[in-house]
């Protein structure tokens, strides 16, 4: 008799050390078993980070090429049965694949020729136990996945808009606001409702600013359509398209008023930007809040004699002259600009490129762990594992995003201040809002009584310039 030929076919539903055999190892394992038995070793065949059961939607284009590799008298090794398929009608059609070219499989500790009925019935029962466990397992995540949904807690890939938080006692994790993403969000918003900006200038804004999708890809029509639409954005939880009665564990970005315009307006994908809006004309529209209700404050020109325009709250709690709030905005700017300088704060370094790579780093572990749970939802993976996972990769993740926090740099504000060519005096209204959005935090207040002129404390202003961690209030001396 001829030396076999042994054609290797290793899977993995979660391609990360630890989470029972690796492709590697498998394939490793069975070519020394080869080589103990003196067979030829033939070609391998890998699918990786894609399951076999019938829960898995994902094709699996390496099983799809055993019909063309297998030859007849080869022998088909697999870790365990269950590598090859968890599909009853895959596994019929192996086993009659095999069948018909006198192919043997190969379990790593057992050579089975599926032409006698003793092999055959061993194979089956060992296919039929890895079914029963896919199904058991698959009902009891689908138990515990209702059970997380209908007492508001997190599930599936981390949204835009937040960050994970993780309890490696526990292994609870929830999300929390990521001021910088949350409060692009809440700009957008409420430009959008407002109608002062549009999809295409958010997306240009977002873009030039540093400011990433969830995975680490620049921001598109569609995606921040998406993205918009969520009702986690509102504190809601839902599972399969129904809204969960406990409300979301998660704290909310918009409210779910605003949630429900926005869903009216942008619902239909065939026009996604049905609102233009018109071009903003004046320095702090949108931009500066009021103190009370924290909306973006609006203008306000009034036509009366001696009325001159003005910066106006949408529900009235207050109303500045905007000329002297322009006026302080911009001496407010001069000055950070000239601190950069004199402190070399803002470096020549690439730090932008360095700031993508972290962030690129922190999306391919999210998508580690978003693979992760789509494998424990399948059943391909138990739940001590998943946690074990989560515990591994969520502290990465958040290192990762602060690493990419601390050499970030705006680059409008690194041109502002070391691009001779771009300045304050020489841009136009939508530069110099780009400038301020990116240095400063502007909130108005009411003016002190018994003051006629125009009241400087009135308007507060804080330097954001150096990130969420070291914002500081700045004064309004002359």
Not at 27 to 41: C, K, N, S, T
Not at 344 to 363: R, T, V
Request: some cysteine; hydrophobic content about 40%.
């Amino acid at each position: 008799m001829s030396t076999p030929r042994m054609v290797t076919y290793a899977r993995v539903s979660f391609d990360r050390s630890g989470v029972g055999k690796s492709v590697e190892q498998q394939v490793d394992a069975l070519q020394a078993e080869a080589v103990a038995r003196g067979w030829i070793i033939g070609p391998v065949v890998t699918d990786v980070g894609i399951g076999a059961s019938r829960f898995s939607t994902k094709e699996r284009p390496g099983y799809a090429q055993l019909t063309t590799v297998l030859e007849t008298g080869d022998i088909l090794a697999v870790w365990e049965i269950s590598r090859a398929t968890r599909r009853t009608d895959e596994w019929a059609a192996l086993v009659e694949l095999c069948r018909s070219r006198g192919v043997r499989l190969f379990t790593g500790t057992r050579l089975l020729d599926l032409d006698d009925p003793d092999d055959e019935q061993q194979a089956n029962q060992s296919h039929v136990s890895a079914v029963y466990e896919t199904a058991k397992t698959r009902k009891r995540v689908k138990r515990d996945v209702d059970a997380r949904a209908a007492q508001g807690k997190v599930h599936g890939q981390l949204g835009f808009g937040y960050r994970r938080v993780f309890d490696p006692e526990t292994g609870a994790r929830t999300w929390e606001l990521d001021p910088v993403a949350a409060q692009a969000i809440r700009e957008a918003v409420d430009g959008l409702l407002g109608g002062t900006t549009s999809m295409n200038r958010i997306i240009k804004r977002w873009n030039a600013a540093g400011l990433t999708t969830s995975t680490g890809k620049p921001w598109r029509q569609v995606t921040l359509r998406q993205m918009l639409l969520r009702e986690s954005l509102a504190g809601i939880r839902v599972l399969r398209g129904e809204r969960m009665e406990a409300p979301a564990v998660w704290p909310a970005i918009i409210s779910e008023a605003e949630h429900l315009q926005i869903v009216a307006r942008y619902r239909d994908a065939s026009d996604p930007n049905p609102r233009r809006g018109a071009e903003v004309k004046h320095l702090l529209t949108g931009i500066a809040t009021c103190y009370r209700c924290h909306q973006t404050i609006n203008w306000q020109h009034r036509h009366e004699a001696g009325k001159v325009p003005q910066y106006r709250c949408p529900t009235g709690h207050v109303t500045r002259q905007a000329q002297p709030v322009d006026d302080l905005t911009e001496l407010h700017v001069r000055y950070i600009i000239e601190q950069w300088r004199i402190e070399g704060f803002l470096a020549e370094p690439e730090q932008p490129d360095a700031a993508h790579q972290h962030l690129e780093e922190a999306a391919r572990l999210e998508k580690l762990l978003a693979d992760a749970d789509a494998a424990y939802t399948a059943g391909d993976l138990s739940i001590a594992r998943l946690t074990a996972i989560e515990k591994d990769l969520a502290p990465k993740i958040e290192a990762a995003r602060e690493r990419a926090a601390s050499v970030a740099t705006n680059p409008i504000l690194h041109a502002l201040v070391w691009d001779s060519k771009v300045t304050w005096d020489g841009a136009d209204v939508q530069q110099r809002r780009e400038f301020v959005r990116a240095c400063l935090k502007i909130e108005i207040q009411p003016t002190r009584r018994g003051l006629r002129e125009f009241d400087r404390e009135s308007v507060k202003f804080w330097d954001i310039s150096r990130g969420p961690a070291s914002i500081m209030l700045l004064r309004n001396d002359e």
